[in-house]
């Protein structure tokens, strides 16, 4: 046992001994009671003996009150004892029972019952381990024994000893159970007790560090951000003279390829601002350089250059100024950060037609603006979250509107840091108003977030270790209405990319992504080769894509409306897009993403950021393979269609031989008659019983004839049912013996010696809600699989059966079976076992996914050189609730 493990046990004891010595002190209370009480029985039942049954009493109660006293006076002692203590007691008490049982009637007296009582009360008391306990009530009921033993008292009546004993003897078995059970959960008690200790002791510690590490984090963050902007400056700097040709003319395809790149940099460098103050704010050094400022003149800037790029997305803005405001002191820039993170965030939760009102009032003491939307609104438990830091009030995959939860909570704080205050009133479905209020002059403003510089300057600019990047140029970028309005420009963005001209494409792509630069590069990376559709969220994809029939669909994970994962089980739930490739395109990178993907039927998962070059590799490959499988399912048609030809071809030429047959006996038969009625002759009767003999072999050759003209109406009509061209494919209620019945004149082999077939049709009409010719082609891919396992003395076994709410089709051959290793593969697509040439392996994979389609299940059970049996289980319908059955 470990140092820390004996420190631990020891605690325990301590503990425990400090528990019982408390009940210890209760349970002396109780005795010196209850033995003074039980004194009046002694008078009634041993009056005899009354007084030395009161001296027994007597010495108890002083014992039990010298323990009390003691323990009052001196815990530490009664505790440090209490193990011996309590024994002792019990066994005191037990042996001054024992002895008035044996003065009162021996073993019949029922002063036993108060052992039982003994020994129970102890039991409540005290928590000892196993063997401690087995100790002490094993010596009571030693003490009540002893004179049996020692031959000093005799049992008299053995009913009522035997008696006395199953209860004492239970009583001491329960409690010695109930205390061991007592103390194992107090031991674990006090080790999660502990436990906790420590974790608290623990958690104090990694709070401290926490503490620290977030400080230093901080710093981190700090340095990491602003150094990020001197190499992002010196992408931003070529990037404009490449555009600007200031280093030579680019052809306009060449600049539409450089802008998103040009745009992309802004929103990553407005960003890195933002994180940068963020991080200031957190470390209190974010410093504000005010002037007098006439608030008018900013916000009419704002509007006016709103104005225009909300009209891209039908919403009106408007400005109305009530009051002046020219007695402001604030941060120009980051005052116009703040109102613009407000303008930005209503156009955004605002839909096409709406409006965004802009006001301006002002009292004695403050000046309000507020930003009104006719938007969707918050919900009211999220209102007092809508400004916390990295929070977004939908947080799901499925959001409409994307961001980083970084506007709301950076205006609040640039705000505050104004001594100002930012509410916000929202209602469902109205819209939410942001309300800015600014107090007048600069009396409250702290000396704290003052910058000493002050107003910028040339010399002031390059005093901090922060100007040491190409500071003018960068200072230039900021001011450019490009950059300080880039949040504006994002949330009205409603064009995505121009229709390419030229020659029609073969195969057509479908991009389903709610980012639309994202969006404008992969239709730039693919329309050279491909017609492109274009999808800004899942539902509009997913009709898309029932319309048009992409041969492959690109899609992000994460989607207003529907996300990406949703639309891949609705793509893959669909008959007419199940078999679509389908590429996951993602920024989200965990594995356990990539398995969910992929079990939901993503053929390829690629993650942001990705390479063009891989992705057009990717897109490539999938198209080819999907070329590659409709070329061999059509082989596979074709043998199919092989099949069928053979059986109609033996099933025509019986009726045709029936047919020529009959007309070559009728013809003679003509002849007979032709000739009877033109030669001359005396035997008029002779000739009138050849003429009747005639016409009842004409009448039996005509009936021949109807016969075989019926059949071949037959198979033309069973030809219709099963392969009848441009059926529609509604789910209709089909019975199932009739296809079964169907099926067996089709795949019987022609011009060989058939198997034996035996059919047992007892599904007694039962109906399947299918595709009727789905279930055609399981029938006969299952039963064509079984001739061909067996040769021409081979059986073949065909059953249908009801079993509860299913129907169920067997199909079994006494063939060469399958072998053990091969039965896991039977139903993948393109697995065969026969010889080249023989069979392509897609007809047991198609036919698991029209029944899997069909909601029920496929098996195989197979014993080589025995027998072969392929089971399935279809769910029932009502054929008359369900549609109609075929033919």
């Not at 010595?21 to 003996?49: C, K, N, T």
Request: aromatic residues 6%; contains cysteine.
């Amino acid at each position: 046992m470990s140092t820390a493990s004996r420190t631990d046990e020891a605690d325990f004891r301590s503990a425990l001994r400090a528990k019982n010595a408390a009940s210890l002190s209760i349970g002396s209370v109780l005795a010196v009671s209850l033995l003074s009480i039980f004194w009046v029985l002694d008078w009634f039942v041993i009056p005899q003996h009354v007084l030395v049954t009161g001296l027994l009493r007597l010495a108890l109660v002083l014992f039990g009150g010298a323990i009390f006293v003691t323990y009052r006076i001196d815990r530490r002692r009664i505790a440090a004892n209490v193990d011996w203590l309590s024994l002792v007691f019990e066994l005191l008490i037990a042996g001054s029972i024992s002895v008035m049982c044996w003065l009162h009637r021996g073993y019949e007296s029922e002063y036993y019952a108060g052992l039982n009582l003994t020994i129970i009360t102890a039991g409540f008391l005290f928590s000892w381990p196993l063997r401690h306990s087995l100790v002490a009530h094993g010596l009571v009921y030693a003490l009540y024994m002893a004179p049996l033993a020692l031959g000093a008292i005799p049992v008299d009546d053995l009913g009522i000893f035997l008696n006395n004993q199953f209860f004492l003897i239970g009583t001491v078995v329960i409690i010695v159970a109930s205390q061991n059970h007592r103390y194992r959960l107090e031991a674990r008690q006090f080790q999660d007790e502990l436990a906790l200790r420590h974790a608290k002791v623990s958690l104090e510690a990694a709070y401290g560090k926490l503490k620290q590490m977030d400080r230093l984090k901080s710093e981190f963050f700090a340095n990491v951000t602003h150094e990020l902007r001197t190499p992002l400056t010196m992408i931003l700097a070529p990037l404009e003279g490449l555009i600007e040709e200031d280093v030579g003319g680019l052809t306009p395809q060449q600049k539409d390829f450089l802008r998103p790149i040009w745009k992309n940099a802004l929103k990553l460098l407005k960003l890195i601002n933002d994180l940068l103050d963020l991080a200031k704010l957190d470390e209190s050094h974010l410093r504000l350089r005010v002037e007098r400022t006439d608030l008018t003149g900013l916000l009419g800037e704002i509007v006016e250059h709103t104005r225009p790029l909300a009209t891209r997305k039908k919403i009106d803005v408007s400005l109305e100024t009530r009051a002046a405001a020219d007695d402001l002191f604030i941060d120009l820039e980051k005052m116009e950060r703040a109102i613009v993170n407000l303008v930005s965030n209503g156009l955004k939760f605002t839909e096409p037609g709406g409006e965004l009102h802009v006001v301006l009032d002002a009292t004695e003491e403050e000046v309000r603006l507020s930003v009104s939307d006719t938007g969707i609104g918050i919900p009211a438990d999220q209102l007092e979250h809508v400004f916390e830091r990295f929070r977004q009030v939908d947080g799901t995959s499925t959001r409409r509107h994307g961001g980083t939860g970084i506007g709301l909570s950076l205006a609040r704080e640039i705000v505050k840091l104004h001594g100002g205050r930012i509410t916000v009133e929202s209602e469902l479905g109205r819209g939410s108003t942001f309300v800015v209020h600014l107090r007048r002059g600069d009396s409250h403003l702290s000396k704290d977030v003052l910058d000493r510089r002050g107003t910028r300057g040339p010399t002031a600019e390059r005093r901090r270790s922060e100007d040491r990047e190409p500071r003018e140029w960068t200072r230039a970028i900021l001011e450019r209405r490009d950059f300080r309005f880039l949040g504006i420009e994002d949330v009205t963005e409603r064009r995505i990319v121009s229709r390419p001209s030229g020659a029609p494409r073969s195969t057509k792509l479908l991009v389903v992504e709610d980012n639309i630069d994202v969006l404008r590069f992969i239709s730039q990376q693919l329309q050279d080769v491909h017609e492109v559709i274009l999808a800004r969220n899942g539902a509009e994809g997913l009709d898309l894509a029932r319309r048009m029939l992409p041969d492959l669909v690109v899609t992000d994970y994460m989607m207003p409306e529907m996300d990406g994962l949703s639309l891949l089980r609705a793509l893959r739930s669909e008959s007419r897009t199940r078999d679509v490739p389908i590429v996951m395109l993602t920024a989200k990178q965990r594995v356990e993403d990539q398995l969910e993907a992929s079990e939901s039927g993503a053929d390829a998962y690629l993650t942001k950021p990705f390479s063009p070059r891989v992705l057009r590799a990717t897109v490539d490959r999938l198209l080819e393979r999907r070329q590659e499988q409709a070329s061999i399912v059509a082989q596979e048609q074709v043998r199919s269609l092989e099949v069928i030809g053979r059986g109609l071809a033996h099933e025509i030429r019986n009726p045709l031989s029936y047919l020529h047959n009959a007309l070559h006996v009728i013809g003679e038969q003509v002849h007979v008659i032709t000739r009877a009625a033109c030669e001359p002759g005396p035997l008029e009767e002779a000739r009138g019983d050849a003429v009747a003999r005639a016409q009842t072999k004409i009448e039996k050759m005509l009936d021949i004839c109807r016969r075989g003209t019926s059949r071949l109406e037959q198979l033309a009509e069973l030809v219709r049912r099963v392969t009848r061209d441009g059926y529609q494919r509604t789910p209709v209620a089909t019975p199932l013996d009739t296809v079964v019945e169907d099926v067996g004149r089709l795949v019987l082999p022609a011009g060989e010696t058939p198997p034996s077939t035996y059919l047992d049709l007892g599904a007694g009409g039962a109906c399947v809600l299918c595709v009727p010719e789905d279930l055609y082609q399981v029938v006969r891919n299952l039963w064509q699989n079984a001739l061909e396992a067996v040769g021409p003395d081979g059986h073949v076994a065909v059953r249908t059966r009801r079993d509860g709410e299913s129907v169920v089709l067997e199909v079994i051959d006494d063939g060469h079976g399958i072998a053990r290793e091969d039965l896991g593969r039977v139903f993948t697509p393109f697995y065969t076992t026969k010889d080249p040439g023989r069979g392509m392996g897609l007809g047991l994979a198609i036919s698991q996914q029209v029944v899997a389609g069909l909601g029920g299940s496929i098996s195989v059970k197979s014993e080589p050189r025995v027998r072969t049996c392929f089971r399935v289980d279809l769910p029932t319908c009502p054929a008359e609730s369900e549609g109609t059955t075929p033919g």
